[in-house]
């Protein structure tokens, strides 16, 4: 009988791979879990941050500190009588103040009519011709001017005759410390060009316009604000040609200047003298 031969299992050289792959699938995970452990919420955090910041070193809960003695019996006057329910400065002999809020208003009521009838005065004729219209408001003042007195349809360079416009204007301002916006408007139609993609740029453009003019003219940059309106704040019917006219506009904001009845108070409180603790007598 003949003799069979054995055949040689067949030797597997790629066999390493599988465990490879396990072990680098395998370090994926631990490199993916110790990240997502690492990684911080920064919202949590600042919340965290913030919360113990508040409870080592913010202001007490109380609304005033603990007093004791004679200083304690004050308090609770103050803070029971129902005539003082509402902060209130003490004025000489002992006489209780308003906080100026009565004589702040008279005054801002004042300075607005004094701004408006400048403005008025200066632009006169100019009103007469209803391309310019001055609102008071009890924010204060709105300086209406139609487009077409200051630039060219479609640009945001300002006319001769507006650069005399606008100089008018700013010597009225300048005697005066409110803050000037600019608001810049237009009509529905639309624009696409390389300088003004849309009714947005060319509003904007033009209010910076008349802004540049302005501190040209003496108002500091500080008081002065653009803002860009476009085409959807309008006064009139976009549907014809002169509600179209009107829409296209620049509106000069001044609001008034209000009193601060609070710095007032604090004022006057700082000049009363404030019991301390080394105030209070010592018992015996």
């Known amino acids: 009988m003949a003799r069979k031969h054995k055949h040689e299992d067949h030797v597997n050289h790629e066999a390493w791979a599988i465990p490879f792959g396990d072990l680098i699938i395998l370090l994926l995970a631990f490199f993916v879990v110790m990240y997502a452990i690492s990684s911080v919420n920064e919202g949590k955090y600042r919340v965290a941050a913030a919360s113990m910041a508040e409870a080592f070193n913010g202001p007490p809960k109380s609304l005033a500190p603990v007093q004791v003695g004679e200083v304690a019996a004050m308090a609770k006057l103050l803070t029971t009588a129902p005539s003082l329910s509402k902060p209130q400065a003490m004025g000489p002999g002992g006489s209780l103040l308003d906080g100026g809020q009565g004589a702040g208003l008279n005054s801002t009521a004042k300075q607005v009519e004094e701004m408006a009838s400048a403005v008025k005065a200066a632009m006169a004729d100019l009103i007469d011709k209803n391309v310019i219209v001055v609102r008071t408001t009890p924010q204060g003042i709105e300086v209406e001017i139609q487009t077409d007195i200051l630039f060219a349809s479609g640009t945001a360079v300002l006319s001769p005759q507006a650069i005399h416009i606008m100089q008018r204007l700013a010597v009225v301002l300048t005697n005066f410390p409110n803050p000037v916006r600019v608001e810049g408007h237009t009509d529905n139609m639309p624009i696409h060009t390389t300088v003004f993609p849309s009714n947005w ?84």
Do not use: F
């Not at 009107?246 to 609001?255: A, D, G, S």
């Open 201 to 284: 740029e060319l509003s904007a453009a033009r209010s910076a316009s008349v802004v540049h003019l302005l501190m040209e003219k003496g108002i500091e940059p500080t008081r002065l604000a653009v803002i860009g309106v476009g085409e959807y704040r309008p006064v009139a019917d976009n549907a014809t040609e002169a509600g179209r006219n009107r829409n296209r506009r620049v509106v000069i904001v001044i609001p008034s200047l209000r009193t601060d009845s609070k710095a007032a108070n604090d004022a006057a409180n700082a000049s009363l003298s404030t019991p301390t603790i080394d105030d209070v007598p010592t018992p015996k």
